[in-house]
Every structure is written in structure tokens, then in C-alpha cells.
């Protein structure tokens, strides 16, 4: 395992992950799950959503291996996924949000697939191709903390940042998030 720390790439994997997490563009929807269903337990689903990312970072690959996909191939993949993503950001357009029903926890549909959903597992290998492990794995951690603490106070931030402070949140991630895809596309090109 690297355990060569680098600040560069985890502030850069942090904020890529971050802007596909996009917790800040999902607290309307997890205000309006704690209206429908009671509170979300922040600790359970962080603790669910850290399982899900780091299984999948820590043994995505050997699953590949199983389908015959490389990790460039599957870099290039991810790439695409996250410019899609970006321009949802972007554009206002859900394209792989799903609407969760009502029969809603704290693990479904908030840990998965509103935290830790396919566009993240999808990153989590792109940059795995490029930064090292032990940074994507701090990434992770800066990102689990920043979502309990919103998970914690999402109605708060709802009523304090309003519908156009997440509009700007979502554009501001949305261009950061198609820059970082092109730049891993045209590694995992070459």
C-alpha cells in the first residue's frame, strides 16, 4: 500500500468526490425525507455510505478483472460518467438521481445510492487510476465528515442557503466536475 501523502491529491480527490456526492444539491431531498419518514440517522447512513466506497475503491478492480475490464478502459468510463454528471450540475437535470419512494431509512435511499451511488463507485476507481490509495482513502474520510455534519444539519442549511444558494452550489461543482473529467479522460487516453 502508498502511504506517500499528498495534499494536492487529496484536496483534488475530495472535491471531485464531493461534487458527485453533491450533499449539498441533496439536502431539499433529505429535508423532504425527514418530513415524510422522521430523522435520518446521520451516523448510520455515513457509517454505510464509508463501507460502500471503501469496499468498492479497495476491491472494485478484482470485480472488473471478473468482466474483463481494465482499469484505463474503466478510467475512460468514469470519465464520462462524471462529465454527465457535471452537466447535470450544470444544466439542473437529474439524469441519475432516482426518486426515492416512501418507504425510505437511513441506509436506502440516503447511504445508497443518494451518497454512495453508481457515479461514485465509478470515480472512486477513475481516480484510483491516478492518485494513490491512501490519499483517495483520506478523500473519503474529509467527504464522510463533511456529509455527517450536513446529514446532521440539513434542515438548517435548507432554510439558510435557500433555492438559489443550491443552484449556485450545484453550477460552481458542476464546471469544477467537467473540468476534472476531461483531465481524466486525456490520462486514461494515453
Known sequence: MDFDLSF???????????????????????????????????????????????????????????????????????????????MELVLDKDIFRPVPDNSTSSIVPVAFPLIAGPGVMTILLSLKAEYSYFNLILAILGNLLIIFGILKLSKKINRLIGPSGMSIFRKIFGIILLAMAIKLFKNNLL
Open 8 to 86: 494536492t491529491q487529496i484536496f483534488s480527490a475530495g472535491l471531485v468526490l464531493f461534487s458527485v456526492i453533491d450533499i449539498l444539491g441533496s439536502v431539499p431531498i433529505i429535508s423532504n425525507l425527514e418530513e415524510k419518514k422522521g430523522p435520518i440517522d446521520a451516523l448510520k447512513a455515513t457509517i454505510a455510505s464509508a463501507f460502500i466506497m471503501v469496499l468498492f475503491l479497495s476491491f472494485g478492480e478484482q470485480l472488473l478483472g471478473l468482466f474483463g475490464v481494465d482499469v484505463q478502459s474503466f478510467g475512460i468510463a468514469g470519465s464520462i460518467v462524471m462529465f454527465i454528471i457535471g
